[in-house]
């Protein structure tokens, strides 16, 4: 660890591999992730203000915003009061970081029944911000005076920020780790059309279904819920871009790195790795693809192999993030660096697991949703579960549903029966030179 590494403030640390989310855009990679949360009752925004605000003083690092030098940008404490935005769930667009939040990396909006929180991907991950979530929720409902309770699982205002929870979790990773027996992946099949789209619109297809139902069949077939998705997702976008062709589909899986080099960070701290459907997989059996993607998974899993994609990408990052160039040609070259590689594969699955809630609050968070947007790949999808559902929310390009609706009907096949659900999604913007214009240093 480097000296300016220890005397550096907590609250302003950015783990080596989220330094590169600084310096992108939403065209580039899905630096804005939404989260949704439905309630028994019409919010209160005013409560809900007063909750954010009391969750600040649990998590003092979330408090931040950017500011630029002439060579990089770098996060500054933000003592202003967050804020609460209204939605309309089609139109109204905001720019995290700027005069719209107050200048904080995270936004708090609510519509009807609903409340959105979505953070600036170099702060967090998603189990690091469902962190912030839960406790954001739990202060809500007291301050509603419903009777809830901490059962241990929300970081809350009975307990104490501790700087673990902001450090920068790859400076543990050892300097070496072997990249034998990692996947070397061919060129992966792309949907051309819808790659590298820019600034335009997406469409979500939430698919939900009882997580039993999965369990159970994926039980059957002797594989794991993931080793059913990726598959059976990966044959629909195959059947839908590229029968013909002999790449195969690549899904880019990031994978929490806590459970394999153990911290309480909330920060970013996942790598990935590349999971193939191959072209020969469409004439097997939908079981033997499963088993196979199964045992793919548990071998690419050996924590050897995890961690060093973790520590090369992340020591690329912070050399990125450090170097001594011009702070325009470090953002062109972070987006280039950002673009090329999430376009090496075919789409992002991110599976945040089960959203977990104590037992009191339950009755009052209805349901539990994300949404990672697609940016530059034509679709991504983001698994999450709450209360016995499972919910599939797939982002794309376009209107066509083909994609969604053959996903759904391999899940049907397998006695998985969904329901879908689709809307129009406005990602919310981040430039990381509006957000630290007034704070040019």
Not at 55 to 60: G, N, S
Not at 101 to 119: A, S
Not at 145 to 164: A, F, Q, W
Not at 347 to 353: A, E, H, K, R, Y
Request: with cysteine; aromatic share 12%; charged share 25%.
């Amino acid at each position: 660890m480097e000296l300016k590494d220890v005397i550096q403030h907590p609250y302003l640390r950015t783990d080596s591999y989220g330094k590169i989310f600084l310096y992108c855009t939403p065209n580039d990679c899905a630096c804005v992730p939404r989260h949704t949360i439905q309630m028994s009752e019409p919010v209160r925004p005013d409560v809900l203000q007063q909750a954010v605000k009391a969750a600040l003083l649990r998590f003092p690092h979330m408090m931040i915003g950017i500011e630029a030098t002439d060579t990089q940008l770098r996060y500054r404490i933000n003592v202003a009061d967050p804020v609460v935005l209204p939605f309309d769930g089609l139109w109204k667009r905001y720019c995290i970081g700027t005069e719209d939040t107050n200048g904080f990396l995270f936004l708090v909006g609510y519509q009807d029944d609903k409340i959105y929180m979505e953070y600036q991907h170099s702060t967090s991950d998603g189990r690091g911000f469902e962190e912030f979530i839960r406790c954001v929720l739990f202060n809500y409902l007291k301050l509603c005076g419903k009777p809830v309770e901490n059962d241990g699982t929300v970081r809350g205002l009975d307990s104490v920020y501790t700087i673990e929870e902001s450090e920068d979790a790859y400076s543990h990773l050892a300097d070496s780790y072997s990249s034998e027996g990692i996947y070397q992946k061919p060129a992966a099949l792309h949907a051309e059309e819808l790659t590298d789209a820019g600034d335009q619109p997406e469409v979500i297809t939430e698919v939900t279904f009882p997580f039993e139902q999965l369990h159970k069949a994926a039980k059957s077939m002797g594989a794991s819920p993931l080793s059913v998705i990726a598959p059976l997702f990966s044959r629909a976008f195959r059947q839908k871009f590229g029968k013909d062709s002999d790449a195969p589909v690549i899904s880019q899986i990031p994978v929490d790195l806590r459970p394999y080099v153990p911290s309480a960070t909330t920060r970013y701290f996942i790598c990935f790795l590349d999971l193939p459907y191959e072209a020969s997989y469409d004439d097997l059996p939908l079981e033997e693809v499963c088993r196979r993607t199964k045992a793919f998974l548990k071998d690419q899993m050996l924590p050897e192999r995890l961690l060093f994609r973790a520590k090369r990408a992340s020591d690329v990052c912070r050399e990125l993030h450090e170097r001594d160039i011009p702070l325009a040609e470090k953002e062109a070259e972070a987006s280039n660096l950002s673009k090329n590689f999430v376009l090496e594969d075919s789409f992002l699955i991110t599976n945040v697991g089960e959203f977990r809630l104590p037992e009191s609050m339950k009755p009052y968070v209805l349901d539990y949703g994300a949404v990672l947007p697609c940016a530059s790949q034509p679709c991504a999808m983001l698994i999450s579960s709450y209360n016995g559902n499972m919910k599939i929310s797939i982002a794309q390009r376009g209107h066509d549903l083909d994609l969604p609706t053959m996903f759904s009907n391999y899940l049907a096949s397998l006695g998985v029966h969904t329901r879908l659900y689709s809307y129009p999604f406005r990602v919310t913007w981040y430039d990381g030179m509006t957000a630290s214009k007034a704070y040019r240093l």
